[in-house]
């Protein structure tokens, strides 16, 4: 019996070792794009099939930009990937999503605090990582106990989404914090290893090279889930890492309880921790090196709300 498909883009991905979030967002992307044609199979449309579909995400369903060209990579993939028929060659021309200049919102180092506080626990230790780091909500998430290197006071962050891997001042300020947390999961790994589920996920071939890697303490998260999961791919019982999800919600309670009416996510933290650096003097190579920003163009966001705060000291004219 032959596989749809859908599935054959699963098995396809997985080969890539593409993440789980991937998996879903190319398979959803691949749905709606066959089913906005009437459920045509993609080997019988090209070009103009393409076109109409991102020009409809553009026009009719109003997506941003960054949604468009994740639509279009999905489609690229189906096609070079799974299908093995090359768009290299066509000029795909579908309207275009208007990209929309914004400036990131940022929290003052007061505004930080007063969120910290309002956080217990773990999840104060996760925040003032991310801050102080200035991590992505999925980097900080994949740490590994090996990534923290005490003696140098340094972070190791790998596999980020501009995937390159990079190294970041460990804030000496929760040195001891981050200790302790290790100390947690090294006793819930020993837990762990009795009850026969010590094994966690290992990146890419590293579970061939290495099998018995996984069930090493360094190889374990540093902000485990409290409770052991079946991996959805492979069905193995494991502890997985905290959930987006979970973190983002105690940090909105956080921000409601210090009454902060900006709109604050995960991503705030990373951009006030440019934007600090740079209101300290840290020149702009440095801090797109510690972002892991491909272009420093990108890091440039960051010039124009100093620019912005900057403004601060022109007067309105009503009160002059």
Known sequence: MSKKLLDIVRDKIRLKHYSLRTEHTYVDWIKRYILYHNKRHPSEMGKSEIEAFLTHLAVERHVAPATQNQAFNAILFLYEQVLNISLKNENIQALRAKQKTRIPTVLTKEEVQRVLFNLTDIYQLMVTLMYGCGLRMNEMLKLRVKD????????????????????????????????????????????DLANDCGAVHLPHALALKSPKAAKELGWQYLFPMKQVSTDPRSGVLRRHHMLEKTVSRHI?????????????????????????????????????????????????????????????????????
């Open 148 to 191: 923290i290197d005490f003696g140098y006071e340094r972070v190791y962050v790998y596999d980020s989404k501009s995937q390159k891997d990079r190294v970041v001042p460990l804030p000496v300020t929760i040195k001891d914090a981050l200790k302790l947390q290790v100390s947690c999961v090294e006793m819930l790994h020993k837990r």
């Open 252 to 320: 909105k309670n956080a921000v409601k309880s210090a009454n902060i009416t900006k709109r604050v996510t995960s991503h705030v933290f990373r951009h006030s921790y440019a934007t600090h650096l740079l209101q300290m003097g840290t020149d702009i190579r440095s801090i797109q090196e510690l972002l892991g920003h491909k272009s420093v163009e990108t890091t440039m966001i960051y010039t124009h709300i100093i620019k912005e705060l900057n403004q601060n000291s022109i007067k309105s004219p009503l009160d002059v």
